[in-house]
């Protein structure tokens, strides 16, 4: 009849734990990232044969120096050094957790010494009492778990370790991206170099034709000053270009987690792309599995999912098996004989009666989590669509504004050689010449910084796409994360 009574009082405990926490319940939805439209540029370019990018998608620059400086950058960087802590971080929590599901092996030993006065006595001692008193016990401690809190601490400690090792092969990724796209920007600077002392090697041979015009007696001085002018302007263009590659080059070395001077010793870069992007079909949805960011966002809802069934968890009572055996005696003489000996065994249980508020906070608390969890998830996903989108939306038009730069560029180096034979013969003046050779310098850089372009917009499609990330420890559906937060 006892065990019966108890077993309805706790009953009616969880039964009244349920109505408190009814009305509590997160709001947020996922998107199904297959359901999304990734648009017209993306499904031109998807190909069936196409793979996702490899791991090491950068070699595909063909550039060893650019390999070596993003294996040193993932060896060597702090940021990524601070990534994998926190993975050690998360395994070390996880294993704090699962030790909550398995049983608790407790020792003591006491050695107390006691003075008593004769006043404490109820009969009359003569004088004052001092002996031992020691016991030395051991104690085995269980909890029944009987409403999964535990477990699903454990599990949810589990999820965040999965969601900090997708993050930090996301910031592996990010740290690689960064280092291509800086090189790439290195490789930019060279060729407008190019352009600039090519265009101020022209203007010197103007400034020379000029010269000899006025030699010749069919120039002017003005002619001369205006060739002389253009000049230090030149000259200070090939100085800006030379400080950003200064900067770019500590930029790089930043990245690889070492000092300005062993950014000084990286050479020109030499890249070239021997194939365009191609897209696999399954886009958007093999994003789901291929960024880690989604893996990671995913990784987080889950997590969140199972802080919910904890909170819920708390609501109702505790139940555990306490066993404790050992010895216990006045004095050593006898202490290790069996008429010392003691133990006990039985459940000890605990119920939430008046917390002031305090469990229905937490439950409140961990479902707004899961809701910015989730919203995380959707934005994440939403993100990398967009990006894969835009990327190939610029790698389309760049493609496009390189051909009609080439033929502008074809027209201006037709029309900067004509002007120059005819201000040698005498034909044109110098504007005519200062003209074509502005519009011949606008093209050029135009080309260059196009090229550049292109190939900084391939990393960034790689980066979009994953960058050889593939998810092998697959994450729970969303359904059954739904059903999860559901659970009473």
């Not at 020691?134 to 589990?158: F, T, V």
Request: hydrophobic letters at 45%.
């Amino acid at each position: 009849m006892r065990l019966r009574h108890a077993i309805t009082a706790a009953l009616s405990f969880a039964l009244a734990a349920c109505a408190g926490m009814g009305s509590i319940v997160p709001h947020a939805q996922q998107t199904d990232g297959r359901e999304l439209d990734a648009g017209s540029a993306v499904r031109a370019q998807a190909a069936s044969d196409a793979a996702w990018p490899t791991t090491l998608w950068w070699q595909a620059y063909g550039d060893p120096q650019l390999n070596q400086l993003v294996a040193q950058a993932i060896a060597g960087n702090p940021s990524l050094r601070s990534a994998r802590a926190r993975v050690e971080q998360a395994t070390g929590l996880a294993a704090i957790a699962r030790s909550g599901t398995l049983p608790r092996v407790d020792g003591a030993v006491e050695l107390d010494r006691t003075y008593q006065t004769h006043g404490a006595f109820p009969v009359d001692i003569p004088e004052a009492y001092t002996y031992w008193e020691n016991s030395a016990l051991l104690k085995i401690s269980y909890d029944l778990d009987l409403w999964g809190k535990d477990r699903a601490a454990m599990e949810g400690a589990l999820d965040s370790l999965h969601a900090a090792e997708v993050e930090a092969r996301a910031a592996q990724l990010a740290l690689a991206s960064a280092v291509t796209q800086a090189y790439v920007q290195l490789a930019a600077q060279y060729m407008l170099r190019d352009v600039a002392e090519a265009n101020l090697q022209r203007q010197q041979k103007v400034l020379d034709i000029a010269k000899r015009r006025y030699k010749a007696g069919i120039g002017t001085q003005l002619e001369i000053s205006q060739a002389t002018t253009v000049l230090p302007e030149s000259q200070a263009q090939i100085e800006r270009i030379d400080e950003s590659t200064d900067l770019l080059r500590n930029q790089l070395a930043a990245l690889q987690g070492k000092g300005p001077g062993d950014g000084e010793r990286i050479a020109r870069p030499v890249l070239k792309l021997e194939h365009g992007a191609r897209l696999p079909v399954n886009l958007p949805a093999g994003l789901l599995g291929h960024r880690p960011d989604i893996v990671a966002q995913r990784w987080r809802v889950e997590a969140a999912g199972k802080d919910i069934a904890v909170a819920k968890a708390r609501f109702y009572p505790d139940v555990n098996l306490v066993a404790a055996g050992g010895v216990a005696s006045f004095g050593f003489t006898r202490m290790f004989t069996g008429e010392n000996a003691t133990g006990e065994f039985g459940p000890a249980i605990s119920l939430p009666i008046f917390e002031g508020g305090r469990l229905r906070g937490n439950l409140r608390a961990q479902s707004a989590a899961y809701d910015v969890a989730v919203e995380s998830y959707n934005s994440a996903v939403l993100n990398a669509v967009h990006e894969v989108a835009d990327q190939v939306t610029s790698l389309r038009s760049l493609g496009r504004q390189l051909e009609r730069t080439d033929a502008a560029l074809a027209s201006a180096t037709i029309a900067d050689k004509q002007a120059q034979q005819g201000f040698r013969a005498g034909l044109t003046d110098y504007l005519s010449v200062l003209n074509t050779q502005a519009e011949l310098l606008v093209q050029q850089r135009n080309r260059a910084q196009l090229v550049a372009r292109q190939l900084e917009t391939y990393a960034a499609l790689m980066k979009a796409l994953g960058g050889g990330f593939s998810e092998t420890v697959p994450a729970p559906t969303q359904a059954a994360q739904a059903e999860q937060v559901k659970k009473p």
